[in-house]
């Protein structure tokens, strides 16, 4: 069989809607030349949309038109690659998931550890911002709750205060082997962070804040004016 002939017929046992890339195709290495001419001629058909290079959809035709894919489907092939996370949702998006804004965005941030151009369609823009921490299946959670404490103060819609208490819930309410990965994790960002995540874990007995505190500089006040964090002194809040 021909590549040209397994891509087309692969794409047509696909659902309408659906997000593929090359690696979606059970290719060898020696034919991946074939099989992006095979794509780029399909392209040019219009048999399938590319959303940018290298990622393309089975667009779905109805009686009003070519639908795009649904947006959790481009996030989801945004998000994975070759089944393991590479980026994880932050900014106002993730704000709103969290219930901590009623704000909504008309474009989703991404957080990848590799540089990624930007992707703009009719209803989805996609902004990726390159992050240094490591991003996996295990703690891209933890990491979007240091970037809600990194970013407190730039919630939309929101005062910092409000969104303090609620990130604070969200974090008690982790297991601990989860807690001691975030804490290991906010090593990467910056001091102030740090102290924020110090307040909201003060109490817990079961953890260990002497990595937290030991990133804090002697000389410096982090100023948040959040009025229910306890004990500023000792976090340096101002």
């Known amino acids: 069989m021909s590549v040209m002939k397994y891509v087309k017929d692969k794409i047509d046992d696909f659902e309408d809607g659906k997000v593929f890339d090359y690696n979606s195709f059970s290719i ?29 959809y089975k667009p779905k035709k109805t009686k009003y038109g070519e639908l795009m894919p649904d947006e959790k489907e481009i996030l989801r ?14 900014g106002v998006k993730l704000y709103n998931r969290l219930g901590l804004t009623t704000q909504i965005a008309n474009e989703y941030q991404i957080a990848v550890n590799k540089f990624k151009k930007d992707i703009k369609m009719k ?6 911002t390159k992050v240094n921490t490591p991003i996996n299946k295990k703690n891209y959670r933890m990491l979007q709750y240091l970037d809600v404490l990194k970013n407190i103060k730039k919630i939309p819609g929101s005062s910092k205060n409000t969104a303090y208490i609620k990130i604070k819930n969200i974090i008690l309410n982790l297991k601990t082997k ?36 030991i990133r804090l500089s002697p000389f410096s006040n982090y100023k948040y004016n959040i009025v229910d964090i306890k004990n500023k002194k000792r976090w340096m809040i101002a």
Do not use: C, H, P, W
């Open 178 to 213: 989860e807690i001691n990965r975030m804490i290991e994790l906010a090593d990467y960002y910056r001091a102030g962070t740090n102290a924020l995540l110090g307040t909201i874990l003060q109490d817990r007995k079961d953890i260990d804040l002497n990595k937290l505190e």
């Open 77 to 90: 092939n945004i998000l994975y690659k070759n089944k393991k996370r590479i980026g994880y949702l932050t």
């Open 28 to 56: 060898d290495k020696s034919k991946m030349l074939a099989l992006s001419k095979a794509l780029s001629r399909l392209f040019k058909s219009g048999k399938i949309k590319r959303l940018k290079k290298g990622l393309y």
């Open 123 to 128: 209803k989805v823009k996609i902004n990726f």
